[in-house]
């Protein structure tokens, strides 16, 4: 990317989509890449088996908090 934050950019900008995406950013550097401002840093992306489990683990919580959500949601109306 043509910057360090530039991929920091795109994250906020697709977070303010109605539809919420789901986001990752995986970088090979930690410069600029701070946990305070991301939800989880990837330390190693070289470890596939290790991104791939982590990025399942997202997923999985993702969906959990969505389908809790929707029963929240349901029991309302």
């Keep these: 990317m043509e910057s360090p934050e530039a991929g920091l950019r795109v994250l906020a900008h697709a977070r303010f989509k ?6 990752a950013l995986i970088t090979s550097s930690q410069n600029g890449v701070s946990a305070t401002r991301a939800r989880t840093v990837l ?5 596939i088996p290790g ?11 993702r969906a959990t908090r969505r389908v809790e959500r ?4 349901a029991a309302v109306v």
């Excluded at 991104?51 to 919580?61: H, P, T």
């Excluded at 929707?70 to 949601?73: A, G, I, K, T, Y």
Aim: net charge negative; hydrophobic share 40%.
């Design 43 to 47: 330390i190693q992306p070289e470890d």
């Design 70 to 73: 929707e029963l929240r949601m």
């Design 18 to 23: 109605d539809y919420a995406p789901a986001t």
């Design 51 to 61: 991104l791939l489990e982590r990025v399942a683990d997202i997923i999985s919580e």
